[in-house]
């Protein structure tokens, strides 16, 4: 019984911190029946290091063959094998090591989406860190500042290789916080290109047109299943994370009218929660929602369901709703809930006295040889000109989607604020570092800059769009330290 020491040190210690503290709460008790999430749950990663504050793990790409539905395996990439990779968890303040080697036939390194992490451990080759090359390994050692769910994927051909199937979630958690809820899943949607036999897509598949879309896979996945299941207790709260972790797909969820309670999403908790019957996910965002499933009337019962999603044009023709998961109520009587606590989180709103304005036009533009470009201001990455930026500064930008098609923006390392027209905080107030910028239309986005100079991406998470062009850098000095000038290659 290998499992029963960790329980029973988790145990102890919860009395321990009980009779220290002298609270009552030990935290809520799960409401779901045994083995409720089995068909679902998120393999975990092992943490090899005893000291609590030390997170340490090992983490190896390569290829492995996985069942993404009954019946289908695919030879993916994988990260430990699995799809997704293992589910990092940790506490906010911990400190994280990861032991990762890279036993794919190309070079490859892990970018931890979101985490406020030094340069060096961004992930990104050229200005962190060269390419972890195939047989070779890569030590990612760092604190995670925030709490929050995150994820991590590849930044190198990063559209081939995240849509061959790598990526996984952190999540990182804060053992202050009272959401009062206990039964938890953490979801990583995706989706994969395979054909009948298996095999994986060519990644440049429908050559330019395929870029300038951003390629969607023909198998949607939760947690890298098709067709998964969920038991659920009718009338008892369930809070889930979730992270769109595609390379293009945007994902809008419906669970037969269930409300979906948000209360945080890419940096943590909100400033309040906000309810909804929909969920939008771009590319790359995360959502934590608190969600209570009820018997559905419908005859398929109660799914949670995609609806396809307007990002531009060509993206709902003829596109089907994608089933993503059954949920079957469980045979016990219904639980009466408590009204549920409003989780609330005090945000201070960036201030945007002496802000430095910042444009940045999403452009696309056909070249003179047929072949497309995306670009900031017309310029693609391969000759953009950094965006620079000082410690401590504050920018404004005011970015303009000049094409037809949605992008998912994401800025590498700090998270910003959405302010509307006036410059006024959107509220409730929330960290992103993933939004979607909708086609032909203008964010406004206030970033402030910390003291972790180099060179920051920023780019568009569709990622056959960043590889099209739509990407480019902060150059972030500090007193004394200049950044080199960042290396454009390929990614
Ligand atoms: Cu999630 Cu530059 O990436
Ligand atoms: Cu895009």
């Not at 959405?418 to 909708?438: E, F, M, Q, S, Y």
Request: charged share 20%; aromatic share 8%; with cysteine.
């Amino acid at each position: 019984m290998p499992s029963t020491t960790p329980r029973l040190a988790t145990l102890l210690c919860l009395v321990g911190l009980t009779g220290a503290t002298g609270s009552a709460a030990a935290g809520p008790t799960s409401l779901q029946p045994a083995g409720w999430d089995a068909d679902i749950r998120l393999a975990e990663a092992t943490d090899l290091n005893p000291d609590p504050r030390i997170v340490e793990v090992n983490l190896d790409a390569r290829v492995a063959e996985v069942e993404i539905a009954p019946g289908l395996r695919v030879s993916s990439w994988t990260y430990n094998g699995g799809l997704p990779g293992p589910l990092i968890r940790a506490n906010v303040g911990d400190r994280l090591i990861v032991r990762f080697s890279n036993k794919l036939p190309k070079p490859t390194t892990v970018h931890w989406h979101g985490v406020r992490v030094p340069i060096e451990m961004d992930g990104v080759p050229g200005n962190s860190q060269p390419e972890v090359e195939t047989g070779q390994s890569f030590t990612y050692d760092f604190i995670v500042p925030d709490a929050g769910l995150f994820w991590y994927h590849p930044h190198v051909m990063s559209a081939a290789q995240v849509g061959f199937g790598l990526y996984g979630a952190l999540l990182v958690e804060d053992p202050e916080e009272r959401i009062g809820v206990a039964d938890q899943l953490v979801l990583v949607l995706s989706d994969i290109a395979v054909d009948d036999g298996g095999l994986l897509e060519d990644p440049e598949s429908g050559g330019p047109a395929g870029m300038v879309f951003g390629r969607e896979g023909n198998h949607v996945l939760v947690n890298g299943r098709e067709g998964s299941r969920l038991v659920a207790r009718n009338g008892a709260p369930q809070r889930w994370r979730i992270a769109n972790t595609s390379k293009s797909r945007h994902f809008q969820l419906e669970l037969d009218g269930i409300i979906f309670t948000t209360i945080g999403g890419d940096g943590g908790l909100q400033e309040y929660p906000e309810q909804r019957d929909r969920l939008v996910l771009a590319a790359g965002e995360r959502a934590d929602v608190i969600l209570t499933p009820r018997p559905s009337s419908s005859p398929g019962g109660l799914v949670l369901r995609s609806i396809p999603f307007d990002r531009g044009y060509g993206s709902t023709e003829y596109r089907d709703i994608s089933e993503l998961v059954a949920i079957e109520m469980a045979d016990l009587p219904p639980y009466a809930a408590p009204p549920l606590a409003r989780v609330a989180r005090h945000i201070e709103p960036l201030s945007q006295a002496g802000a430095t304005r910042v444009a940045i036009d999403l452009t696309l533009a056909q070249l003179r040889n047929g072949e497309f470009e995306y670009g900031f201001n017309g310029i693609p990455f391969s000759k953009e000109q950094p965006i620079e930026a000082r410690i401590g500064e504050t920018q404004l930008w005011t970015v303009t989607n000049k094409t037809k098609w949605s992008h998912p923006l994401h800025l590498h390392g700090f998270f910003f604020q959405v302010v509307d027209d006036h410059g006024d905080p959107v509220r409730p107030l929330a960290w992103k570092d993933t939004v979607n910028i909708p086609y032909e239309r203008t964010l406004r986005l206030l970033v402030r800059f910390d003291d972790r100079p180099g060179n920051w991406m920023v780019h568009c998470h569709i990622l056959d769009h960043a590889d099209g062009g739509l990407m480019g850098t902060v150059r972030l000095r500090g007193d004394g330290v200049e950044p080199a000038r960042p290396v454009h290659r390929h990614r």
